[in-house]
C-alpha cells in the first residue's frame, strides 16, 4: 500500500482514539484544575487549543500492535502524559526562543506578560510572564508523569512503561539543549542538524512514544526493535516535514508566521543542505546566513531565501530523502510480527506524518 | 526535652542516614551523567555544592517513625528524588529572582551565560544562560520522578507515596507563583505571606517529606495526620527562621549577600509584621517601602531597616512565633505512637530546623 492511498483509508479507528483521548485529557484537567487555579487555567488553555495528539496515537497504536487489548481505559488515561510532556516542551520553548505565538494565539508568557500589563502590576511585564510560563511548564512536566502513575495501569506496565518514558523526556530535554548549543555555536552541519531533529523529535515524537506502547503491552524485544525502527525513520522524516513547513507553511493553517524558521534562525538540515550546495555562489550564501545571524529579517529576505532553498535543490533532496525514509521505516514495519489492523493504522499514521502541511 | 539541648544530643543516626543518602545520590548523579553531559555535570555541581538535605532525613525519620524497616536501600535511594525536585526548584527560581549566587557559587544561569560569553557564542549571553538553566531545571524535575520510580521499591510502597509525592510537587509550583504574584500585585498582607510560606516551605519542606516517608511504611491514618501536624508547624518556623537569616544572616555562613531578601523586596511575614507596626510612624514605613519596591537597595538601608525591624519588635515578634509553633508542633509528635528512636531524631531535626543559623 502507498502512503498516499492510505492517507485516504478508512480513519473511525484512529477517531475512536481521537475521542477516548480527548474525553481523558478533559477529565485530567479538570480533576487538577483546583489544585493550581492560576497556572492551571493557562496550562489547559494551552493543551485544549489544538494539536494533532500524534504522539499519543503512535503510542496507542503501539500498544495495539503489540497485543494490548486489557485495561484499554488505564492506557488511554496513562497517555495524556505524552501530550503534558509535549505542553511542557512547547511552552518551555516560546519562553527560549522568545515565540510570541503558539497554536495561533499568543504565547504563555505573552499571555501572563499581557495581564500583568493590564493590571498594572509592580515589576517588568516581561519577567513576570517568563517566569509563570517556566511554572506553567514544570507543572504540566510534574503532572505528565502523576498521569502515567495515576493511570491506574498494572504495576508491571508501568514499570515497563517507565524504561522509555525516562528516556524520553531526558532526550527531548537534551534535544532542546543541542537547539540552543547550535545556534550559539554558529554550527551549520549537516551531522549536528540531523543529530538534534533525532533527538528533539523523531525519537521523542514518534520512535518512544511506540515504543512506550509496546512497553505497556509487554513486547517481545523483536517487536520492540522493528517498531522503534519504523518510529525512527518516520520521526525523522516528520522532523524533515517540520522543516518545511516551517518555512513554506501557510500561516493560516500553521498558525505560525510565514518563514518564521528562516527568522529564527533555525539550524535545520534543509538549511545544511542549502548552505553546504551554495558555497561557490557567495551571493546566496550571503542571503542564507543573513537568516543564521540571529539578526532581523525582512519579508522580502523570506520570500529570496524561499527561492533560494528550491533554486539550490535543497527542497528537492529534503523531499527526496523524506521519501526514502518512509520507504525504509515502513519496511521495518513490515518485519513485525504484530496485529494487523494496527499495522493499517499505523501506515496510515506514518504517511500523515509525512505528508502534512501543518 | 527543650529544643535546644536536644540540639546537642547524640547525632550518630542522622550523620549514618546522611553518609547513605550521599552515597545514593551520587550514585544516582552518576549513573545518570552520560544520558546528557552538557546539562548533567552543572546539575551535579548543584546538588553535590551544598545543601542540608533536610528534606530527605524528614522523609527517612518519617519512614523509620511509622515502623519502616525492610527495603531501607531502596527508600534511601527513592528519597534522592527530594533533593533532585528541591534542585530545579532552586535552579528555576534563581532565574525568577535573577539571583547571582547560590550555595556560594554562581547560580546555574550566571554559570551558563559566563560559558556564552567566555566562547564569544552568537546571540545574547543571558538568554543562553537563562534557557539553558530552564533546561537543568527541568531535568532534575524528570529525573527526580526517576529516581523515586526506579529505586526498587515494592509496588504498593510506590502507590502510596505517590499521593504526598504529587501533591508535594504541585504546592511547591504553585508556592512559587505566589511568591511571583504577592510581588507584582504589592501584596504586603501577613495572610499572604504566611499562606505562601504554608505552601512554598512548611508543606514541601517539612510536612510533606513526613507525609512521603510515613506513606512509604505504609502509616496507619492517625500516626500521618499527628506527623503532618508536627510537619505543618516546624516547617512554618523553618520559613520564619529563614526570613530571619535572610535578613541577619552571615553572609560567611549562608554563601548569600548580607540583606539579600531586603534588597529582593521580599514579602516575609517578618516584613508585614514590621510594617503594621509601623503605621503611624511615617519616615519607618518609607524606609520599609524602599525595600519593598523593588528598586536598588544601599548597604546602608539594609543597615537601617535591620535596625528597624529590631527596633519595631518585628523580629522578636517573629522569634515568639517560631517558639509557639515549635512548642505545638512537638506536641502534635508527642501524640503520634511510633518508633522511640524515630520520635527523638524527630524533636532533634525540628530543633536544627528552628534554631539554624544557615
Sequence with gaps: MSLLTSVNARTSQVDDFAVLFEGALHDFLHSRHDHAPELATELRG???????????????????????????????????????????????DDVMDRSPTRRGRPSVHELYAARHRRER????????GDSAAVLVGDLALAWADDALVTAGLPSDALRRAWEPWQAMRTEMIVGQHLDLLAVARRDESLEHAVRVAALKTAAYTVERPLHLGAALAGARPEVVECLRAFGHDIGVAFQLRDDLIGVFGD??????????????????????MALSRAQDRPAALRLLRRCLDGGPVSDRTVDDVCALLVELGAVAAVEEHIELLATSGLAALERAVIEDEARRVLVRLAGRAVTRTT
Tied chains: 1, 2.
Excluded at 493543551?47 to 494533532?52: D, N, T
Excluded at 503501539?62 to 505524552?82: K, Q
Design 251 to 272: 500561516t493560516s493553517v500553521t498558525g505560525k508566521p510565514v518563514g518564521e524558521d528562516l527568522r529564527e534562525g533555525k539550524r535545520t538540515p534543509l538549511m545544511a
Design 46 to 92: 494551552m493543551v485544549l487549543a489544538g494539536g494533532k495528539r500524534i504522539r499519543p496515537a503512535f503510542a496507542w497504536w503501539g500498544w495495539r500492535a503489540a497485543g494490548g487489548a486489557d485495561r484499554a481505559d488505564a492506557v488511554v488515561r496513562a497517555l495524556v502524559a505524552l501530550e503534558l510532556l509535549q505542553c511542557c516542551a512547547l511552552v518551555h
Design 121 to 128: 502590576w509592580a515589576g517588568s511585564a516581561r519577567q513576570y
